[in-house]
C-alpha cells in the first residue's frame, strides 16, 4: 500500500508549485513600494511564474512553509512505513528481503547479525520531520496579521526538514536499487479468492462461504490447502489469480508499465521546470552585465 501511495505525491508537488511559486519581491510590511518597481519584471527574471499580490501575505505568512511541511511529513510517515515493512521482510524469520551490506552493520555482541541501520534511521528522521512542522506551526499561531519577528525563527526548521526528506529519499532509493528480493508465495493469503469460488460454485452469499471456509480452517489447523481439499476445491497458485492489482506477473508487469509513463512525465515536467528556471538565470545575468557596463562607463 505503501508503495503506491508514492505516486500520489507526484500531483501535489505540482499543485504546491502553483501556491508557493510566487514572487514575493517589491513588498513591505504592511503595503507594496512607491519605488516603481516592476514586479512582474522581477517575477520573471527570478524564475517565478508569477507575482504575490498580497503584501501583507507574501511577508507576514509562512502558509507556503506550513503547507509544504504538511506534505513533507506526510511523505516521511510513508517512508517509515517502506522501513519497517523492509525490516520485518528482512527478519530471518521472514527472509523475503536481503539488504545491502552498505546499509547494515553487526551487531556489537552478536556477530551473526545484520542490523537495518538505515532502515532504522530513517524511521526517526521521520519523526524529526514531523517536529519541524509542528514547530513552525506553534510559531505561527499566536502571531497577529502582518510580519513579526517571531517568523524568521521558522527558517531553520523548515530547511532542516526539506533537506531531511531530500537525504532520506535518497538513501532508501540507494538501498531498494541493492536489495534482493526473493520470491516467495505465502498460501494463507489466497484464502480471500477460495471463498469466492466456493461462493460462486455452491450460489451462496461471499459472507456464508467465509463462515464456511473459516470452519474448515480451524479443523484443519489453519492449513489453507487441507481446508481447500475438504471443501471440494483446488488452491490456486497466486499467479493464476488474474485480478487487476493481484499478485500475478501480467497483472504486475502493466501497473509497472503505468508507473513509468507517470514517472517519464514527471520527469518532462520537471526538465521543463529547469529549463525555465536555467533561461530566467540567464537573463538575469544578461542584464545584470548590462547594468554593470552601463554604471562603469
Known amino acids: 500500500m505503501e508503495y503506491e501511495l508514492f505516486h500520489h505525491y507526484r500531483t501535489i508537488w505540482h499543485v504546491v508549485r502553483e501556491v508557493v511559486d510566487l514572487c514575493p519581491l517589491g513588498s513591505g510590511p ?7 518597481i516592476d514586479r512582474g519584471r522581477l517575477a ?5 511564474s508569477g507575482v504575490e499580490s498580497n ?3 507574501a511577508t507576514g505568512s509562512r502558509s507556503f512553509e506550513t503547507i509544504l511541511l504538511g506534505i513533507i511529513s506526510s511523505l516521511m510517515v510513508v517512508l517509515s512505513r517502506v522501513c519497517e515493512d523492509l525490516i520485518i521482510w ?3 524469520n521472514f527472509g523475503l528481503v536481503e539488504l545491502p551490506d552498505e546499509h547494515v552493520s553487526t551487531s ?8 537495518p541501520v538505515t532502515l532504522e534511521v530513517i524511521r ?3 519523526g524529526e520531520v514531523m517536529g519541524c512542522h509542528f514547530a513552525v506551526l506553534s510559531v505561527m499561531k499566536g502571531l497577529p496579521s502582518g510580519y513579526n519577528l517571531d517568523i524568521q525563527e521558522t527558517n531553520e526548521p ?3 526538514a526539506i533537506d531531511t526528506a531530500r537525504e532520506s529519499l535518497k538513501v532508501l532509493s540507494d538501498l531498494i536499487k541493492r536489495a534482493r528480493f526473493k520470491e516467495s508465495e505465502v498460501e494463507i493469503t489466497l484464502a480471500q479468492f477460495v471463498a469466492e469460488e466456493l461462493a460462486r460454485r455452491r450460489g451462496i452469499s461471499y459472507r456464508e462461504a467465509h463462515s464456511i471456509l473459516a470452519s474448515a480452517l480451524r479443523e484443519s489447523g489453519w492449513d489453507l490447502r487441507k481446508a481447500t481439499l475438504s471443501l471440494g476445491l483446488e488452491l490456486p497458485s497466486s499467479y493464476e489469480v488474474k485480478v487487476r492489482g493481484g499478485p500475478d506477473p501480467e497483472s504486475l508487469r502493466m501497473e509497472l508499465e503505468a508507473r513509468k509513463r507517470l514517472l517519464r512525465d514527471d520527469i518532462s515536467r520537471l526538465v521543463e521546470y529547469e529549463a525555465e528556471k536555467m533561461e530566467s538565470e540567464k537573463r538575469l545575468i544578461d542584464l545584470a552585465r548590462k547594468l554593470a557596463g552601463k554604471f562603469s562607463q
Open 108 to 115: 556489537s555482541i552478536m556477530p551473526q547479525k545484520r542490523n
Open 90 to 92: 528482512s527478519n530471518p
Open 124 to 126: 526517526a528522521k521521520a
Open 158 to 160: 523548515f530547511l532542516r
Open 55 to 57: 503584501t501583507l501575505l
Open 44 to 48: 520573471d527574471l527570478l524564475g517565478f
Open 30 to 36: 504592511a503595503a507594496g513600494s512607491s519605488v516603481p
